[in-house]
């Protein structure tokens, strides 16, 4: 009996038939695999019965390091094969070169037929070549805007050097031997200049003595380029400006020609160009439009944004703090503005059909100047450093510093009333013209309130001397005048007289009259002011001269604020006081006697009244407070009955 993989096989010698039930299985065993004489390592095929004499081609060693170099050296898809027996310790291919990649810079040309600025244009790659398997990747370097898709140029897989190409013939695709000794390897009919490599790469060359025409590069060179990296531009401030004189070459005043007269594939050509070049990068102004001296006209500041990628401007509105107006801040979208506005374009016709010079350019703005977008007159005052360095960079001059405008005195137009229609009061009436929904009058309430009462009346009739065309039996006529204090409001009424000829009754409706001699359309109304004046006076009520002649008590003592004493003659109320009492004066004066409290021959102001009016004096209101105030010369509620008697007595 022979063991083989822990089973008990039958021997030549054996007697004993290899039947099932003549066997038996062994304890011990811990492999339960299946003999097999092919697998498959690291994607490819081999035989182990081959193998078990053989070297396998994939446990081959290579140096990657400094070191002593290999002593045979076999050209079996690029890598080196060198004396097992004197490698120690032992190393296979697929585990010394997992991960180990030639990385090299390159560049190609390539022609640009579509554009007219740029003939021939470079593009920046980076070729990884994977030495586990000897397959290659080619990465672009990105580019921003460059107008073509970037990243990933050909995918990881062997290249061959024929369409023809075998898998089994080695030599049929590009190895790590065609990097040796040249700076040009073409790859599908393209030709890549390769331009470094990183340090790796030349310490495995130089390893493995195969010489390298090109050097290395350091980490700091060639990371953008070879980690596939993309080079970013800058839109505003001084970094922007690296590069000036690249500004230059692509600005349309160096060029010398207009885009209009391109053909469609050149100007295509062209606007690529620019935008490669001048995308990000803003020209910026800021600018005042003053508009005051029209109608519903106002002064507002603004951002005037030129766009070199394209010859776009855009302008946007700049508010301040609080300023309350309302968030529409794009006065222009970014577009192409004409210089002179005559109107859109006929139909058919695109902004690229007309001539640029047509347009605003970089070169029509300037600090001080004044352009005109779409009939709005736009005073530029200012611009950023940005801007102040592109000018002077490409065209050589510099942007005068800041002029803000002096503010300057201004007359706004006046919005006159219409004339009052008629329909309705006037307040009614001229609300209609300010406010498309007309609201009603506004009044104080309160005033009205307190005020409603006080009615001041006057005995009127017409002054014949102004009146223009009197009637004859007009100087007969009498009337009486109200003027309402709540409301400012007057009206007149007209006594009805026998056989006068005239209808009595309301001469005029109660409502605001406007003053003698003021326009159509001036607001000025008659007031307490134009109507308590001296009496005889005469005022204008809607073109009549009325004459004022005598007033009641109540506008008496308003208009002289309760000073009785100064609007009647005091002597003429001693008169009707002796002329009532008459004999009687020594009976007032016992009357009053017995009324001094104090024995002084002073009496309290009630006791003065009572004793008045047990003689039917006749004295109204107005009287007996004029009596009051001249006898009370103290003020102190006392009257002293022996001067007031002899007073009254000489009467």
């Given at each position: 009996?022979?063991?083989?993989?822990?089973?008990?096989?039958?021997?030549t010698?054996?007697?004993?038939?290899?039947?099932?039930?003549?066997?038996?299985?062994?304890?011990?065993?811990?492999?339960?695999?299946?003999?097999?004489?092919?697998?498959?390592?690291?994607?490819?095929?081999?035989?182990?019965?081959?193998?078990?004499?053989?070297?396998?081609?994939?446990?081959?060693?290579?140096?990657?390091?400094?070191?002593?170099?290999?002593?045979?050296?076999?050209?079996?898809?690029?890598?080196?094969?060198?004396?097992?027996?004197?490698?120690?310790?032992?190393?296979?291919?697929?585990?010394?070169?997992d991960?180990?990649?030639?990385?090299?810079?390159?560049v190609?040309?390539?022609?640009?037929?579509?554009?007219?600025?740029?003939?021939?244009?470079?593009?920046?790659?980076?070729?990884?070549?994977?030495?586990v398997?000897?397959?290659?990747?080619?990465?672009?370097q990105?580019?921003?805007?460059?107008?073509?898709?970037?990243?990933?140029?050909?995918?990881?897989?062997r290249?061959?050097?024929?369409?023809?190409?075998?898998?089994?013939d080695q030599?049929?695709?590009?190895?790590?031997?065609?990097?040796?000794?040249?700076?040009?390897?073409?790859?599908?009919?393209?030709?890549?200049?390769?331009?470094?490599?990183?340090?790796?790469?030349?310490?495995?060359?130089?390893?493995?003595?195969?010489?390298?025409?090109?050097?290395?590069?350091?980490?700091?060179?060639?990371?953008?380029g070879?980690?596939?990296?993309?080079?970013?531009?800058?839109?505003?401030?001084?970094?922007?400006?690296?590069?000036?004189?690249?500004?230059?070459?692509?600005?349309?005043?160096q060029?010398?020609?207009?885009?209009a007269?391109?053909?469609p594939?050149?100007?295509?050509?062209?606007?690529?160009?620019?935008?490669?070049?001048?995308?990000?990068?803003?020209?910026?102004?800021?600018?005042?439009?003053?508009?005051r001296?029209?109608?519903?006209?106002?002064?507002?500041?603004?951002?005037?944004?030129?766009?070199?990628?394209?010859d776009?401007?855009?302008?946007?509105?700049?508010?301040?703090?609080n300023?309350?107006?309302?968030?529409y801040?794009?006065?222009?979208?970014?577009?192409?503005?004409?210089?002179?506005?005559?109107?859109?374009?006929?139909?058919?016709?695109?902004?690229?059909?007309?001539?640029?010079?047509?347009?605003?350019?970089?070169?029509?703005?300037?600090?001080?100047?004044?352009?005109?977008?779409?009939?709005?007159k736009?005073?530029?005052?200012?611009?950023?450093?940005?801007t102040?360095?592109y000018?002077?960079?490409?065209?050589?001059?510099?942007?005068?510093p800041?002029?803000?405008?002096?503010?300057?005195?201004?007359?706004?137009?006046?919005?006159?009333?219409?004339?009052?229609?008629?329909?309705?009061?006037?307040?009614?009436?001229?609300?209609s013209?300010?406010?498309?929904?007309?609201?009603?009058?506004?009044?104080?309430?309160?005033?009205?309130?307190?005020?409603?009462?006080?009615i001041?009346?006057?005995?009127?009739?017409?002054?014949?001397?102004?009146?223009?065309?009197a009637?004859?039996?007009?100087?007969?006529?009498?009337?009486?005048?109200s003027?309402?204090?709540?409301?400012?409001?007057?009206?007149?009424?007209?006594?009805?007289?026998?056989?006068?000829g005239?209808?009595?009754?309301?001469?005029?409706?109660?409502?605001?009259?406007?003053?003698?001699?003021?326009?159509?359309?001036?607001?000025?109304?008659?007031?307490?002011?134009d109507?308590?004046?001296?009496?005889?006076?005469?005022?204008?009520?809607?073109?009549?001269p009325?004459?004022?002649?005598?007033c009641?008590?109540?506008?008496?003592?308003?208009?002289?604020?309760?000073?009785?004493?100064?609007l009647?003659?005091?002597?003429?109320?001693?008169?009707?006081?002796k002329?009532?009492?008459?004999?009687?004066?020594d009976?007032?004066?016992?009357?009053?006697?017995d009324?001094?409290a104090?024995?002084n021959?002073?009496?309290?102001?009630?006791?003065f009244?009572?004793?008045?009016?047990?003689?039917?004096?006749?004295?109204?209101e107005?009287?007996?407070?004029?009596?009051?105030?001249?006898?009370?010369t103290?003020r102190?509620?006392?009257?002293?009955?022996?001067?007031?008697?002899?007073?009254v007595?000489?009467?």
């Amino acid at each position: 009996m022979s063991r083989e993989n822990g089973l008990n096989t039958p021997s030549t010698a054996r007697t004993v038939p290899f039947l099932p039930g003549m066997t038996y299985n062994n304890p011990a065993r811990s492999r339960h695999a299946k003999s097999h004489i092919f697998e498959f390592k690291v994607g490819v095929g081999r035989n182990l019965t081959a193998m078990a004499t053989e070297v396998d081609p994939l446990e081959r060693v290579v140096t990657t390091s400094a070191g002593p170099r290999p002593e045979t050296e076999a050209d079996s898809g690029g890598a080196f094969q060198a004396d097992v027996s004197k490698q120690t310790p032992f190393v296979p291919s697929y585990v010394g070169l997992d991960g180990k990649v030639l990385r090299f810079l390159a560049v190609m040309s390539e022609s640009v037929p579509e554009s007219l600025d740029e003939g021939m244009r470079e593009r920046q790659f980076a070729i990884l070549y994977y030495l586990v398997d000897d397959s290659m990747q080619i990465i672009e370097q990105r580019v921003e805007n460059s107008g073509y898709v970037q990243g990933v140029f050909m995918r990881r897989h062997r290249v061959p050097r024929t369409v023809s190409a075998s898998a089994a013939d080695q030599d049929d695709f590009v190895s790590l031997h065609d990097f040796a000794d040249t700076t040009e390897i073409v790859i599908y009919g393209r030709v890549f200049v390769i331009t470094g490599c990183n340090e790796f790469t030349a310490e495995f060359y130089r390893s493995n003595g195969i010489p390298l025409s090109i050097r290395s590069t350091t980490a700091a060179n060639t990371q953008p380029g070879w980690m596939g990296g993309s080079t970013q531009g800058s839109s505003r401030g001084s970094q922007g400006m690296t590069g000036g004189g690249s500004m230059a070459t692509g600005s349309r005043a160096q060029t010398g020609f207009d885009t209009a007269l391109l053909k469609p594939n050149q100007r295509a050509g062209h606007r690529r160009s620019k935008f490669l070049k001048f995308n990000n990068k803003v020209l910026r102004f800021y600018a005042v439009w003053d508009d005051r001296k029209s109608m519903f006209g106002d002064k507002k500041k603004y951002v005037v944004n030129y766009y070199l990628a394209d010859d776009a401007v855009e302008v946007l509105e700049r508010y301040d703090a609080n300023e309350g107006r309302d968030p529409y801040p794009k006065l222009v979208r970014k577009s192409k503005v004409p210089k002179k506005f005559g109107g859109l374009n006929s139909l058919g016709i695109s902004a690229d059909d007309v001539s640029d010079y047509e347009y605003i350019r970089d070169v029509d703005l300037e600090v001080g100047n004044v352009i005109e977008v779409y009939n709005r007159k736009l005073y530029l005052y200012d611009c950023d450093e940005f801007t102040r360095n592109y000018y002077r960079n490409v065209y050589g001059v510099e942007q005068p510093p800041q002029c803000v405008p002096a503010e300057e005195l201004i007359e706004y137009p006046v919005q006159t009333e219409p004339p009052y229609t008629g329909y309705g009061t006037e307040e009614d009436s001229i609300a209609s013209f300010y406010r498309l929904v007309p609201k009603a009058p506004s009044f104080d309430a309160l005033k009205q309130e307190e005020l409603d009462r006080i009615i001041f009346r006057w005995k009127a009739k017409f002054d014949m001397d102004k009146m223009g065309h009197a009637g004859p039996d007009d100087s007969k006529r009498r009337f009486v005048v109200s003027f309402f204090m709540a409301d400012s409001t007057i009206a007149v009424y007209e006594p009805p007289v026998s056989n006068s000829g005239f209808v009595g009754g309301k001469f005029l409706e109660r409502q605001k009259i406007r003053k003698h001699g003021t326009g159509q359309h001036e607001s000025v109304y008659l007031s307490e002011e134009d109507v308590l004046v001296d009496l005889p006076a005469t005022i204008w009520i809607n073109g009549y001269p009325m004459m004022l002649l005598e007033c009641d008590r109540f506008t008496l003592r308003y208009r002289n604020k309760g000073n009785i004493a100064s609007l009647l003659s005091i002597d003429s109320v001693h008169e009707k006081i002796k002329h009532a009492v008459g004999d009687g004066l020594d009976g007032i004066r016992a009357n009053m006697a017995d009324s001094d409290a104090t024995g002084n021959g002073e009496i309290y102001l009630d006791s003065f009244v009572q004793a008045l009016d047990k003689y039917d004096t006749q004295l109204d209101e107005d009287e007996i407070m004029a009596l009051v105030q001249h006898w009370d010369t103290e003020r102190n509620g006392l009257v002293k009955f022996d001067d007031f008697l002899r007073a009254v007595a000489d009467a």
